[in-house]
């Protein structure tokens, strides 16, 4: 099983909203990560904890917040983002940081 | 910086051909490189993965080269089949740190 899930798979926000989005993995990896993505794009890392310790990605706005509740669950708080925060966000895991990386289906966000 | 680089945007094949992707990367510590598969409004899919300690791994149609001299990997795809018309991502990285993936090539593969 190397199924990561996401949800929810499209959210539409206002620029005053706050949202959350989650992500799920039961396969015992022990590094997950928050990608963005645009369009014609490679994948953008925005976070990644590793064994449950966070490393930041020195240019992602403070409003996104990342949270990791426990080694199999990764939200990602959304607050007073902007329209150009419009993207595919991504969720992945993988079993040690460098190794394969495990994708979900992603969230596609609008933010109005 | 663009530690990885597939220069070409697009690639259209027909089918039954060969389809040759390129990548070259600049970080002479990358020991890990990748292939990842997109299709529209879906997260990339892992497709084949080769290490530094390697120069040719094969799965199935697809097989991947490395050149460490030339900082250069490809993938091959033979037979090409429609259904393998996507955008093909090559990722690199070193044990234990972050992963880069390159701008991505979209292949076409014609009946």
């Known amino acids: 099983d190397t199924e990561v899930t996401q949800t929810p798979k499209h959210l539409v926000m206002g620029m005053t909203n706050k949202k959350s989005l989650k992500c799920e993995q039961h396969m015992g990896h022990r590094a997950m990560y928050w990608y963005k993505q645009k369009a014609k794009k490679p994948p953008e890392l925005m976070f990644v904890?590793?064994?449950?310790?966070?490393?930041i990605n020195e240019s992602v706005p403070s409003r996104f917040s990342p949270e990791c509740p426990n080694s199999s669950l990764l939200n990602l708080h959304l607050h007073a983002l902007q329209p150009e925060d419009s993207a595919l966000y991504l969720c992945?895991?993988?079993?040690?940081?460098?190794?394969?990386?495990?994708f979900g289906p992603g969230t596609r966000l609008t933010v109005l | 910086d663009q530690q990885v680089k597939q220069n070409s945007p697009s690639l259209s094949v027909q089918e039954g051909r060969i389809s040759i992707l390129n990548c070259d990367y600049t970080?002479?510590?990358?020991?890990?490189f990748l292939w990842y598969k997109k299709y529209p409004a879906e997260g990339p899919t892992f497709l084949i993965s080769i290490s530094s300690i390697k120069d040719k791994n094969e799965d199935g149609r697809f097989t991947v080269f490395l050149n460490k001299s030339a900082k250069h990997l490809s993938l091959h795809i033979v037979p090409s089949q429609p259904g393998d018309s996507a955008v093909y991502f090559c990722a690199a990285s070193v044990l234990g740190g972050d992963m880069r993936f390159g701008a991505g090539t979209r292949l076409t593969v014609k009946p």
């Open positions: 970080n002479s510590m990358f020991d890990y």
């Open positions: 992945a895991s993988s079993q040690t940081e460098g190794l394969v990386v495990y």
């Open positions: 904890y590793s064994y449950e310790k966070l490393s």
